[in-house]
């Protein structure tokens, strides 16, 4: 039997030796394999109900106020001040979280990178970014994925809750 292929099958019937190389063979590993059995396991067992935003805002006065019109609208909220403190909470699988709201600017690690960080838990996170610049700057290929929208500042309150609704 051939080595250079693990998955092929040897079998031996009346004195013959039958060899079959297998018509596909899995690109991915058991162990990415197994971790998406396990990820959709956790997101099947968390408790329905209202969904849970993510923000991360490093100024303050922004923060808040997106928290309390969140909650207002009945909404689960964490919230960040950066990047850094966020990432123990978006690759926490026994947290709900069904929309990452982030500032595309932040100290530390960006927006965007902690979007992609949170993507390699949660696939199928939506993720809306606010920046103050403008949004051409943003809309590159490489920038937005699937999922992903922007809002340029200045915006009133309700118009982000009007968008994160619209995308949940």
Same mark, same amino acid.
């Given at each position: 039997?051939?080595?250079?292929?693990?998955?092929?099958? !040897? %079998?031996?019937?009346?004195?013959?030796?039958?060899?079959?190389?297998?018509?596909?063979?899995?690109?991915?590993? /058991?162990? %990415?394999?197994?971790?998406?059995?396990? #990820?959709?396991? +956790?997101? *099947?067992?968390l408790p329905?109900? !209202?969904?849970?935003?993510?923000?991360? %805002?490093? !100024?303050?006065l922004v =923060?808040? &106020?997106? +928290?309390?019109?969140?909650?207002? =609208?009945?909404?689960? +909220? @964490?919230?960040?001040?950066? /990047?850094?403190?966020?990432?123990?909470?978006?690759?926490?699988?026994?947290?709900?979280?069904?929309?990452? &709201?982030? *500032? $595309?600017?932040?100290?530390?690690?960006?927006?965007?990178?902690?979007?992609?960080?949170?993507?390699?838990?949660?696939?199928? @996170?939506?993720? &809306?970014?606010?920046?103050?610049?403008?949004?051409? /700057?943003?809309? =590159?290929?490489?920038? @937005?994925? *699937?999922?992903?929208?922007?809002?340029?500042?200045?915006?009133?309150? *309700? !118009?982000? +809750?009007?968008? $994160?609704?619209?995308? #949940?």
């Open positions: 039997m051939p080595q250079n292929n693990p998955a092929a099958m !040897e %079998e031996t019937r009346f004195g013959l030796t039958f060899y079959e190389e297998p018509k596909h063979t899995p690109s991915y590993t /058991a162990a %990415e394999a197994a971790d998406q059995i396990v #990820l959709k396991f +956790v997101r *099947d067992c329905e109900g !209202e969904p849970t935003i993510m923000i991360v %805002e490093d !100024e303050e =923060r808040d &106020l997106l +928290v309390e019109m969140m909650q207002e =609208r009945g909404f689960t +909220v @964490l919230a960040a001040p950066d /990047a850094e403190t966020a990432v123990p909470l978006v690759t926490d699988l026994g947290q709900r979280i069904d929309l990452l &709201l982030s *500032d $595309v600017r932040l100290p530390g690690m960006d927006g965007r990178e902690l979007a992609q960080a949170a993507r390699l838990y949660r696939p199928d @996170l939506k993720v &809306l970014f606010l920046t103050g610049y403008a949004p051409n /700057a943003m809309l =590159r290929d490489e920038f @937005l994925g *699937d999922n992903m929208e922007l809002m340029t500042k200045p915006f009133r309150v *309700d !118009e982000v +809750v009007e968008h $994160v609704e619209a995308m #949940l």
